[in-house]
T-cell receptor, first 110, second 114 residues
Framework: SQQGEEDPQALSIQEGENATMNCSYKTSINNLQWYRQNSGRGLVHLILIRSNEREKHSGRLRVTLDTSKKSSSLLITASRAADTASYFCATADYGQNFVFGPGTRLSVLP | SAVISQKPSRDICQRGTSLTIQCQVDSQVTMMFWYRQQPGQSLTLIATANQGSEATYESGFVIDKFPISRPNLTFSTLTVSNMSPEDSSIYLC???????????FGPGTRLTVT
């Protein structure tokens, strides 16, 4: 069964607002990674968070990981129109099996 | 991070034909991966390609349909054989960097089968 599951499936916000996307998974993981994909192009790696980490920041991005709830969230602060994209989480277990969630389509309206 | 290129970036092919997609990395990497992304869907791993050994295919993917070559540590090819319209997808290669476990992706090849 699919490991990572994002919600919401689609999110529409105004420029300047914060966007939060969630990812849930089912089994133990080594790490969880977030990616961005613009209009069906290649994936851009955003952040990797390890199973022993609880929070990581990168610019306007903040990722949290709660291994007890098997969930992660990606927060984009002060969103911009250029943040419009699909966002995917992917989990890697200790066997290095790498599984993507279905993704969240984010639309940031000017 | 590794810089990954793919050729072709897109192609339109007739059913029954085959297409070979190339993936080039600017540094030596042990593990390379091939993914398929069907329209509006997430990514599904096709196979893992390690240099010097046979590719390892995921459930639902077979070597006869998706033969893979990995002749050295910077290059791999994926062939989509005997194509049908259901093979219309974006095909992406990725690499895993050393001990960081981060996977980086190429720009993808958008394939349309008519």
């Amino acid at each position: 069964s699919q490991q990572g599951e994002e919600d919401p499936q689609a999110l529409s916000i105004q420029e300047g607002e914060n966007a939060t996307m969630n990812c849930s998974y089912k089994t133990s993981i080594n790490n969880l990674q977030w990616y961005r994909q613009n209009s069906g192009r290649g994936l851009v790696h955003l952040i990797l968070i390890r199973s022993n980490e609880r929070e990581k920041h990168s610019g306007r991005l903040r990722v949290t990981l709660d291994t007890s709830k098997k969930s992660s969230s990606l927060l984009i602060t002060a969103s911009r129109a250029a943040d419009t994209a699909s966002y995917f989480c992917a989990t890697a277990d200790y066997g290095q099996n790498f599984v993507f969630g279905p993704g969240t389509r984010l639309s940031v309206l000017p | 991070s590794a810089v990954i290129s793919q050729k072709p970036s897109r192609d339109i092919c007739q059913r029954g034909t085959s297409l070979t997609i190339q993936c080039q990395v600017d540094s030596q990497v042990t593990m390379m991966f091939w993914y398929r992304q069907q329209p509006g869907q997430s990514l599904t791993l096709i196979a893992t390609a390690n240099q010097g050994s046979e590719a390892t295919y995921e459930s639902g993917f077979v070597i006869d349909k998706f033969p893979i070559s990995r002749p050295n540590l910077t290059f791999s090819t994926l062939t989509v054989s005997n194509m049908s319209p259901e093979d219309s997808s974006i095909y992406l290669c990725s690499v895993e960097e050393g001990r960081s476990y981060e996977q980086y992706f190429g720009p993808g090849t958008r394939l349309t089968v008519t």
